[in-house]
């Protein structure tokens, strides 16, 4: 685990809270967990979606993801 992740503790405090809202939560944990890592990692990085490291997911599906959280 990196200084920069969620440790378990933290994602479980977040999983409490994101199976209220609806639309959010699919069930698929680790899909949802990679998700909001690279969203995280833009945020506190600044980069450019171009940039997100392959490890967190594909660029654009994160991208259009955000946005659609957004636009709600």
């Keep these: 685990m990196t200084r920069t992740s969620l ?3 933290q994602w479980v405090s977040l999983m409490l809270v994101m199976q209220q809202i609806p ?3 699919k069930r698929d944990d680790v899909a949802l967990r990679r998700f ?3 969203a995280l990692w833009i945020c506190r990085t600044g980069a ?3 940039d997100l490291p392959d490890g967190l997911g594909l660029w ?5 993801r955000w946005r ?3 636009l709600r």
């Design 68 to 70: 659609r959280w957004c």
């Design 36 to 38: 909001v890592e690279a």
């Design 23 to 25: 639309l959010v939560w």
């Design 7 to 9: 440790d378990d503790a």
């Design 48 to 50: 450019p979606w171009r």
């Design 60 to 64: 654009s599906s994160v991208y259009h």
